[in-house]
């Protein structure tokens, strides 16, 4: 089994920590400790303790109660855990990370975790929270939180138990005690996340007490950044992997591509780490990166996933080394998603699109379609429907974007077209599918999702024409359809 003592007996091929986990200084706390999360971050902060940083390990915090078995599994390996990287051609390599020296529940204790937070120590507060996770609306940029912990904290005077409740309540400490504020750093897939995180924590904050909301203006800083790693959800099947390959027996290890890329903005309002030395990439404007990275990366996930399930498929690997769906993406790509981007420096985009399909196409990494389509009514404003709006305003091509569209709302119906049920899960699922079963054409007017959007003539017959032509013949006809227009 994984823990510290066990160490110095693993097998050869895995790489452990050399540095002195116990002299570490955990100066980040993160929200949010997933997959993505330690197969990310969390590593480039290991790779920085292993060159001597050890100012800059990490405190990990967990604030739902489904964060519990990430609790218990890193409290039975001191908080260790094995990443696996494989790369195209399959080979894998595997890293025991020991940059997390401390974990916090927030249901158990969530004063711990105001003291933490409220600490001089505490440089950095990064956040993988999901992109529904911050409570501001996609379609107006304005807070309207939904989650039951926020809404209790905006109404209670307890200890505060939601990310922006326990943020505000740290900095109102801070502030107090004559503490500078540390920065907020968003590690989600959203466009300006940084822009999101602080819109979400001011607006929290202004409910509470205006003049704390003033302050944190003022003295939080709020980078955006751009990651990007494909690490699918870890499975019993991941486990057993990681025992019979590296002879690790761990509760809750991690498995993602060999490809890593972290574009930062560099704004820190209390230091930072020389992330730089790691292989990030700090930047003045990080927009171009992730323009380029949300409308060609995941909105591919999004284009291949419906339409991919709906024609009988599981794993991306199964569509991305399919000719048909290939030339589907590209054409995306190509022709809608590339011409609403800005040029991005030292990036060959059309070299980006190929390695995008040679990612998406390795099978050693077993990414499901399930998986890129949870909170599909989330991802889609952010990810596809930009490039939409963009193209409309500009008269260029939506076909393939309506086709996905089109897909989504098949999908929503709940089956695919060999009759197996549909992996849909969304925090809108009741809401949507009441929508499609009366009226799909009703699904464009559904304004969480679309804004305005729906109302557009042109968008609106090319997602019926597309919806007829997936009845008519089907995911992969109607895609040859559109390759063939």
Request: overall charge negative.
């Amino acid at each position: 089994d994984l823990t510290a003592a066990a160490l110095p007996t693993l097998a050869a091929n895995v790489s452990v920590p050399t540095y002195d986990r116990a002299a570490v200084r955990s100066r980040i706390v993160h929200f949010g400790v997933g997959g993505f999360h330690r197969a990310h971050e969390a590593m480039y902060l290991d790779r920085l303790l292993e060159a001597g940083h050890t100012d800059w390990g990490l405190c990990g915090v967990g604030v739902l109660p489904f964060d519990a078995p990430m609790r218990d599994a890193l409290a039975a390996q001191d908080d260790l855990y094995t990443l696996v990287t494989t790369a195209p051609d399959g080979v894998s390599s595997a890293r025991v990370v020991g940059s997390i020296v401390e974990y916090l529940f927030a249901p158990d204790d969530p004063e711990a975790v105001v003291a933490k937070l409220a600490d001089v120590d505490t440089a950095i507060v990064s956040l993988t929270i999901t992109e529904g996770g911050y409570g501001v609306d996609d379609a107006t940029g304005a807070y309207d939180p939904r989650d039951e912990l926020t809404l209790g904290d905006l109404d209670g005077l307890g200890t505060p138990r939601s990310v922006m409740g326990l943020l505000t309540e740290a900095l109102r400490r801070r502030r107090d005690a004559g503490i500078p504020a540390f920065t907020v750093m968003s590690c989600d897939n959203i466009q300006g996340n940084g822009h999101v995180a602080r819109a979400a924590l001011l607006g929290f904050a202004a409910r509470r007490d205006p003049e704390l909301a003033d302050w944190i203006a003022e003295n939080v800083s709020f980078p955006n950044s751009m990651v990007d790693r494909i690490t699918p959800v870890t499975t019993d099947e991941t486990r057993a992997a990681v025992a019979a390959e590296f002879g690790i027996h761990d509760r809750w290890p991690v498995r993602s591509e060999s490809f890593e890329q972290w574009v930062l903005e560099d704004s820190f309002a209390a230091g930072r780490p020389p992330f730089d030395e790691v292989g990030v990439q700090l930047v003045a404007d990080v927009e171009p990166y992730e323009l380029m990275k949300l409308r060609l990366l995941n909105a591919s996930h999004q284009a291949m996933s419906y339409l991919g399930i709906l024609s009988g498929a599981e794993y991306v690997h199964d569509v991305c080394t399919d000719p048909l769906f290939v030339a589907f993406l590209q054409g995306y790509m190509h022709r809608e998603a590339i011409p609403t981007l800005r040029p991005v420096p030292g990036i060959d985009l059309d070299a980006y699109c190929d390695q995008l399909i040679d990612r998406f196409g390795s099978e050693a990494i077993r990414d499901t379609l399930a998986r890129q389509v949870v909170d599909g009514s989330d991802r889609l404003p952010k990810f596809l429907l930009p490039v939409v709006r963009e193209q409309l305003a500009a008269g260029g091509p939506i076909d393939h974007a309506a086709l996905v569209l089109a897909g989504w709302s098949v999908f929503l119906e709940g089956r695919t077209e060999g009759g197996e049920p549909t992996p849909a899960v969304d925090s809108r699922l009741d809401d949507l599918r009441a929508i499609v079963a009366a009226d799909p054409a009703a699904l464009l007017d559904y304004a969480p999702v679309f804004g305005d959007l729906g109302a557009n003539e042109r968008l609106r017959a090319a997602y019926l024409a597309a919806r007829a032509s997936l009845a008519e013949r089907g995911a992969r006809g109607a895609i040859q359809a559109v390759l063939d227009a």
